[in-house]
């Protein structure tokens, strides 16, 4: 009711809404699709993904915050490659998968890049919650330390599970009274219960990327909107995005303050459109 009545008087005064501000801001990155050559027989898709990754890490290197944070982890090699920037900063990485944390907790490198590597989902509550580890879609036996694992079922009727009970946390809980942060978050749809148990949390988020969805892929997920709206709430503005797949793209959010105050920064963001972009 009360968002309809704000819609009632931006319309009355000739005032943008807030809808039509993030429609206008997903239509501006929508149009980048034109740096890359997504349809036909070579498309880039995982090039646009290799950018966007580049221009996230030279906003980290920038920014330096004092703690990273991996959100749906698999085997961490994003922690582990987080250290080449942030030689002081705490890396932690969170893996709910307990196939996936049995295996990677023993073959990577996380004890000599000093990546805090945990077995966890992340959740709007803490305790225990129910993971679903697919086992077939549509009949096909599925890799058991697949990265598609997620707390939500897929929307669609194709795809079987083993469902088992793992650990949860909230980020806010984990990480109280934090300073400066930056965070990857590869949730496979589970934006909504890992931003919302976050909420401190990104406020102190200097940059952040996240994978998104334009589609329901998971039953009851958040869409790209509702996880930019969470973003906006916390300060941070979308300003660039891949086109990894399609309906499922990820989306460098940065602070507003780090982006009018930062020189380095508009340079680096600069050099994603005129560089990077175009590789």
């Not at 309809?4 to 239509?27: D, H, N, P, W, Y």
């Not at 944070?69 to 080449?84: F, L, W, Y």
């Not at 942030?86 to 996936?100: G, H, Q, T």
């Not at 949730?187 to 589609?215: N, W």
Request: hydrophobic fraction near 45%.
């Amino acid at each position: 009711m009360l968002e309809q009545l704000g819609k009632m008087a931006a319309k009355k005064l000739g005032l943008v809404t807030r809808s039509e501000l993030i429609a206008m801001q997903e239509i501006n990155m929508l149009a980048t699709s034109s740096l890359y050559q997504l349809w036909g027989d070579k498309p880039q898709r995982k090039a646009s993904n290799k950018a966007l990754v580049e221009l996230f890490f030279g906003l980290v290197k920038i920014l330096q915050p004092s703690l990273f944070i991996e959100a749906g982890a698999k085997m961490a090699d994003t922690s582990v490659r987080a250290r080449q920037y942030l030689p002081d900063a705490r890396i932690v990485a969170f893996e709910a998968s307990p196939d996936n944390f049995a295996v990677y907790s023993k073959s990577e490198p996380h004890a000599e890049n000093r990546v805090e590597y945990l077995h966890y989902a992340l959740s709007d509550k803490e305790g225990t919650i129910d993971f679903n580890i697919r086992t077939a879609v549509a009949g096909q036996a599925v890799w058991v330390n697949s990265g598609a694992n997620s707390i939500l079922p897929r929307a669609d009727d194709r795809t079987e599970y083993k469902t088992v009970s793992v650990p949860s946390k909230r980020i806010d809980d984990f990480f109280a009274g934090c300073g400066s942060c930056a965070l990857w978050v590869d949730v496979e749809g589970a934006s909504k219960q890992v931003l919302t148990g976050a909420k401190d949390t990104l406020k102190k988020a200097l940059v952040a990327i996240v994978e998104v969805e334009d589609y329901e892929v998971w039953a009851g997920q958040w869409k790209a909107r509702e996880v930019i709206e969470a973003f906006l709430d916390a300060g941070l503005v979308p300003i660039a995005r891949d086109f990894e797949y399609k309906g499922q793209y990820n989306v460098v959010f940065l602070r507003q303050a780090a982006f009018t105050g930062n020189r380095d920064v508009r340079q680096n963001i600069e050099f994603f459109y005129s560089e990077l972009a175009k590789r």
